[in-house]
């Protein structure tokens, strides 16, 4: 993970210590529809924040709750430790990260940044443009007719690219580390989709089960994968 996801935990508890003397720092927080405050950050410890539609905001951060953001919004970063991030359809964002929970990016979604979570999935649905990496440890990344531009990366788990969906770098299952390195766990699954196309490379390290649809376009130079070739609409995985 990159170094914005190892401080999230560490800079936003920190920050609880001198947000707790102030009720305005604690509680859910909604915002309008239609607010244009895009120089002005929103942040809370114990709740959730909500944006309105068709708003421009700057970055959100919590540290237990979900962040929510309505259709065609543009905000900065979001950040949550503990709950889950929420792009609904046409947001534009700088980056989402979370530590404990999902991350889902509806239809037509861009973020300029990363998209990283610890311990959950990501989804990112029909349309969507991610320019850094998408990646977790423990979940499933699915991504739907999207286009990335950075890594797709995951240690346990599945990672489903399907429909369309175009990686222009690399699509990287890593070894897991200390206590969860054990060659008894389950095999992580990598799909690549109808029509998917991967520019980087396939690195693989650990064993892994690769689905590959014919249709799928991708450097066949790789290592430990047990390869199952499908087609048509068939979905074996």
Not at 48 to 55: D, F, L, Q, R, Y
Not at 77 to 90: C, H, K, L, M, R
């Amino acid at each position: 993970m990159g170094n914005n996801m190892k401080n999230i935990l560490v800079l936003i508890l920190a920050s609880t210590f001198s947000l707790t003397a102030c009720g305005n720092f604690l509680g859910s927080k909604n915002i309008a529809e239609g607010t244009q405050s895009p120089d002005k950050d929103y942040d809370t410890v114990n709740g959730s924040i909500t944006v309105g539609a068709n708003s421009e905001v700057g970055d959100l951060s919590t540290v237990n709750g979900s962040v929510n953001v309505s259709p065609g919004t543009k905000v900065g970063s979001a950040e949550t430790v503990n709950g889950s991030i929420n792009f609904t359809d046409g947001v534009k964002a700088h980056s989402a990260e979370t530590v404990n929970g999902s991350i889902r990016l509806g239809t037509n979604c861009e973020v300029e940044e990363d998209v990283e979570t610890v311990n959950g999935s990501i989804i990112a649905e029909s349309g969507c443009k991610v320019k850094g990496n998408y990646e977790t440890v423990n979940g499933k990344l699915k991504a739907i007719n999207a286009e990335i531009h950075g890594n797709v990366k995951a240690v346990n788990g599945k990672i489903l690219l399907l429909d369309g969906t175009h990686v222009h770098d690399d699509v990287i299952i890593e070894k897991s580390k200390g206590f969860f390195n054990s060659t008894k766990s389950k095999k992580p699954v990598v799909v690549l989709g109808k029509d998917v196309v991967v520019d980087g490379d396939l690195i693989f390290e650990k064993p892994v089960k690769l689905y590959i649809h014919d249709t799928a376009k991708y450097d066949d130079d790789f290592e430990n994968a047990e390869v199952i070739k499908y087609s048509g609409s068939e979905e074996p995985y």
